[in-house]
């Protein structure tokens, strides 16, 4: 499958996740500490258990970018359950979003990639439209964290690129649950666990959900420069701004209708791109790779 078309799958899988976050917080009042813990740990075990009967092999090459990826990437994912769940599943998701924008200027100087023209516009289409989705206000409260929160994943969309030069698919993902997991692992003590089994079925598909936009969006992100990247996966807020506003009932004036269908030219100005795989270390085995 092509990078692509990995990315928006990435896209839509992480709308689905974030539907679950803001029915867990929102509906069922669980706290945010543990669902991004349950998500970590379960991640992390996802890939080490297979590995352990040979499904595949996690030796880090890139030790100081894997725990970089791990930390900051955690952080930002952290950052984003709060901003779906403080903020709003539309808006909050628009606000980390601007990490499209982050992840270009990150991947100039992280990966030394430069901005062809059609890129330049496809990136800066793509942070006009979240401002003017996010109704052209100045952010407040929450929002900060969600700005943050769109700050560490935009580094960390260079740093996932940066990290398959020399390590494998599953080795990127692990390194999130691993350093996610210690990361949370002080908060969940002061906080209830979930008990109810409507819970534990929405925090199991808001898990299947973000594994698989992980590992669609790391693989995809192999295969695409950071700024093409990051304007695709600014899908995921366009599909959430439906969905909140569809199902959530969070209105949405005419300049946010203007932000989504801004959002929309600049993915799809993105689509329009061609460029071939990037070169990776021929003796490292990247899975999907060849395909």
Same mark, same amino acid.
């Given at each position: ?12 899988? %992480? !709308? ?23 998500? &970590? ?28 990826? $791990? ?9 984003? +359950? ?10 909050? =998701? *628009?606000?980390? %979003?601007?990490? $499209? ?19 330049? *516009? ?26 943050? #929160?769109?700050?560490? !994943?935009?580094? =960390?969309?260079?740093?996932?690129? /940066?990290?398959?030069? =020399?390590?494998? @698919?599953?080795?990127? &993902? ?43 969006? @790391? ?6 420069? *950071? ?6 996966? =600014? ?8 969905? #909140? +506003?569809? +199902? ?9 209708? /203007?932000? !989504? $269908?801004? *959002? ?10 061609? @460029? ?16």
């Amino acid at each position: 499958m092509s990078g692509p078309l990995l990315l928006i799958a990435a896209a839509l899988s %992480y !709308c689905l996740m974030g539907v679950a976050v803001r029915l867990l917080v929102s509906v069922h009042g669980e706290p945010i500490a543990w669902l991004g813990l349950l998500r &970590f740990l379960l991640g992390a075990l996802a890939m080490l258990l297979p590995a352990l009967f040979g499904a595949w092999s996690l030796r880090v090459h890139n030790r100081p970018v894997f725990v970089l990826r $791990g930390l900051i990437g955690a952080a930002g994912m952290t950052l984003l +359950y709060v901003a779906i769940a403080e903020v709003g599943l539309g808006r909050g =998701t *628009v606000l980390i %979003y601007l990490l $499209g924008v982050v992840a270009a200027v990150s991947g100039i100087f992280i990966l030394g990639e430069r901005l062809n023209p059609r890129l330049s *516009v496809a990136v800066g289409l793509g942070a006009i439209g979240v401002i003017l989705v996010a109704d052209g206000h100045l952010p407040h409260g929450a929002e900060w964290l969600a700005l943050l #929160g769109a700050l560490c !994943c935009g580094i =960390t969309l260079a740093l996932i690129r /940066l990290l398959r030069r =020399t390590d494998s @698919n599953q080795v990127v &993902f692990l390194s999130q649950g691993l350093f996610g997991t210690l990361l949370l692992l002080p908060f969940v003590f002061a906080a209830p666990m979930p008990s109810t089994p409507s819970s534990w079925l929405l925090i199991t598909a808001m898990i299947a959900a973000d594994v698989a936009g992980q590992l669609t969006m @790391n693989a995809g992100l192999a295969r695409t420069p *950071v700024a093409q990247g990051g304007a695709l996966l =600014t899908l995921t807020p366009l599909l959430s701004l439906a969905v #909140g +506003y569809s +199902y959530f009932a969070e209105p949405l004036s005419a300049l946010q209708w /203007l932000g !989504c $269908g801004t *959002v929309l030219a600049a993915t799809v100005i993105a689509l329009l791109r061609r @460029n071939s795989p990037p070169a990776v270390m021929s003796s490292v085995p990247l899975p999907g790779a060849a395909r």
